[in-house]
């Protein structure tokens, strides 16, 4: 009950420091990490862009979340622990999404159709439910991307992975009830589980030094790069068209030069 009223005011100083200070990067991050789900939920029930333009931005944050994972959290991982630390927790991140995704299934973007079959209320029911279990570990991933200084690039390559999932859930579910508005709001609580885990692991997390934490940060990379390999690479190819792969170079070199400035 404590750690539920500890949630409970982090989130009161959240909002607090954002009605203060609106440049606060913890504001921004939040901001950005749930945009994805509330923009895809209200494309699904408005206006679908074009296939193209999807898969390009899961290229892009395919790009960054490999940079990121790679050029960052890795070599963090090994300074802050060791490199036996750092291959477990790769190995330990990826089992948790692998798990996941083996007990509940989760949508890909390209399995995205306008129908789903013949029960498609219960099915984008059941699909919205996934997303929102699956959207809590990644809540997490931005938190701890903050040790590396990237949790605004993490915020914005999950948001924009979202922003398809958002799509596929919000617009089965509008065909199915015939009821705008009230799609938008059930497919846009999915961002709900990504704000919940920033808030838990940022609260969690925030005095673990040393070994513990390298642990953690190369669980984190090896989470990502799942999600990059499993979800994001396959979902932005199409056919033989792999023009894409510039896309994703454009989120390594956006990484890059982030870092840079």
């Not at 279990?133 to 914005?156: C, D, K, T, Y």
């Not at 705008?180 to 838990?200: D, K, N, Q």
């Not at 790069?225 to 932005?236: F, G, H, K, N």
């Amino acid at each position: 009950m404590e750690v539920v009223f500890d949630i409970a005011l982090t989130l009161d100083q959240l909002v607090g420091a954002a009605a203060a200070r609106p440049r606060d990067p913890v504001f921004w991050i939040a901001v950005i990490s749930v945009l994805g789900p509330i923009i895809g939920s209200a494309l699904g029930v408005l206006r679908r862009p074009s296939l193209a333009f999807v898969r390009n931005m899961l290229s892009f944050a395919a790009g960054v979340m490999l940079a990121i994972s790679f050029l960052h959290l890795i070599p963090q991982s090994i300074s802050e622990s060791s490199i036996w630390l750092c291959m477990a927790g790769l190995f330990l991140g990826a089992l948790v999404m692998y798990g996941l995704d083996r007990i509940i299934p989760h949508i890909h973007p390209e399995l995205c159709a306008p129908e789903l079959g013949q029960n498609l209320k219960r099915t984008s029911v059941y699909l919205i439910f996934g997303i929102f279990l699956h959207n809590f570990p990644e809540g997490m991933v931005i938190a701890i991307g903050g040790q590396a200084q990237f949790s605004l690039a993490i915020a914005l390559a999950i948001a924009i992975h979202n922003i398809p999932e958002g799509i596929c859930t919000s617009a089965p579910f509008f065909h199915s009830t015939g009821r705008r508005f009230r799609s938008f709001l059930v497919s846009s609580s999915t961002a709900i589980p990504i704000l919940a885990g920033f808030l838990l692991a940022r609260y969690l997390f925030q005095g673990i030094q040393g070994g513990v934490m390298g642990l953690i940060v190369g669980a984190t990379a090896g989470l990502m790069i799942y999600i990059t390999v499993d979800e994001l690479i396959p979902s932005s190819l199409s056919g033989q068209d792999h023009k894409t792969i510039f896309s994703l170079l454009v989120g390594v070199m956006f990484v890059i030069v982030l870092k840079a400035i």
